[in-house]
């Protein structure tokens, strides 16, 4: 197990012990986990799993089993979003004075606001599909 930790360390090119200053974790916690007497418990194996942006289960095994579920948004996802951001077109469009850098507001500033407006509900409902949704409704 430590062996995952050495290669971790030689690929982000950082050294044992600036990961036990940056996690907070005793540089006793890493020695006695190099000689085998024991190993980190789970909220310290965490931290180090959180440092290098890998699982636990990665951080113990080696392997990286990562099933990201692909989460697509429904059609009357799209149109709730699609309804919200004419909604907000209407109401840019409909504001007097709507000035960027001193500028009124072109067209194409508008279209930007919106485009990445869009992205993010998007993103947003994704997440929340993901988090939300009980298990037993879930497709795998």
Known sequence: MYEIFE?????H????????????LTTATISNWKAGRYTPKADKLQKIADFFGVSIEYLMTGNAEQKE???SLTSKDERDIEKILDLTKEQLLSQDGLMFDGKPATQEAIDS???????????????NKEK???KKYKKD
């Open 132 to 134: 939300y949704t009980p």
């Open 113 to 127: 606001i919106l485009s990445a407006m869009q992205v993010g509900m998007e993103l947003a409902k994704k997440k």
């Open 13 to 24: 090119k950082i050294t044992p012990y600036r990961v036990c200053k940056e996690t907070g």
């Open 69 to 71: 579920k692909d989460i």
């Open 7 to 11: 290669k971790l360390c030689q690929s």
